[in-house]
């Protein structure tokens, strides 16, 4: 008798500015791959949420704050954002074209189509890093979900996000008090010590639990004032 295998489906590829993005349908889980690393896929989404609700709750009852949302991702933690609606201005920083190709016109649009609705919504496409040592934008919370978490950078680049001089833009683009939350697909005290050392106050880290294997985690940092 045959055997049967589930192979996943290509749906999307194309070739950007910082390597290949692939998006891919397997069985009923739709997956994002950059550069062959895996990235992320719907098959859950607590994690993300998490790191919005997290975010949300340090702030302490801060009326209609605005959030910058690093990477949109399958687009589970703008859509949790906006469903929200004591969230004000929701930001979503993505440097991938074809992501957000994906959340309009694509099969990530069944996850998204309602937040990019929102009036509150707004997609800047450009480079995170980028965006954070230049604009004169101000948050009251940042959520940041661009690589498998400080330790597991997708790109190069990415790594001075997580360094002293990019916690210090971070924190910049923060309003006094101002909450950076950070996704990671495991825990890392370095990290932890990084926040403390750029001034963070009330740092920790909120897990997810898992049946089996390391969980998701959010690393949590206020900015003082």
């Not at 194309?14 to 889980?29: A, M, S, T, Y």
Request: proline fraction near 7%; aromatic fraction near 6%; hydrophobic fraction near 40%.
């Amino acid at each position: 008798m045959p055997i049967s295998y589930d192979i996943p489906e290509v749906l999307d590829r194309r070739e950007g500015p910082h390597g290949e993005v692939v998006l891919r349908r397997h069985g009923e889980l739709l997956q994002i791959i950059a550069n062959g690393c895996f990235l992320m896929d719907t098959s859950d989404g607590r994690s993300e949420r998490l790191l919005v609700d997290v975010a949300l709750d340090a702030l302490d009852g801060r009326p209609e704050p605005g959030v910058l949302i690093g990477g949109l991702g399958v687009g589970f933690s703008l859509a949790h954002a906006a469903a929200d609606p004591r969230w004000g201005r929701i930001a979503v920083v993505e440097r991938e074209t074809a992501i957000i190709d994906w959340h309009r016109h694509g099969p990530l649009s069944a996850l998204s189509a309602a937040a990019l609705a929102d009036p509150r919504t707004d997609i800047l496409e450009t480079d995170l890093v980028t965006y954070v040592n230049e604009t004169s934008d101000t948050y009251d919370a940042l959520c940041l979900d661009i690589d498998n978490g400080p330790d597991w950078t997708v790109t190069e680049g990415n790594d001075g996000l997580y360094s002293a001089r990019g916690l210090a833009s971070c924190a910049r683009v923060l309003r006094p008090g101002g909450v950076l939350a950070v996704w990671s697909a495991q825990p890392s005290p370095e990290f932890e010590g990084s926040l403390r050392n750029a001034g963070f106050q009330r740092v920790r880290t909120e897990e997810v639990p898992v049946a089996r294997g390391v969980p998701d985690v959010v690393h949590l940092g206020v900015r003082p004032g």
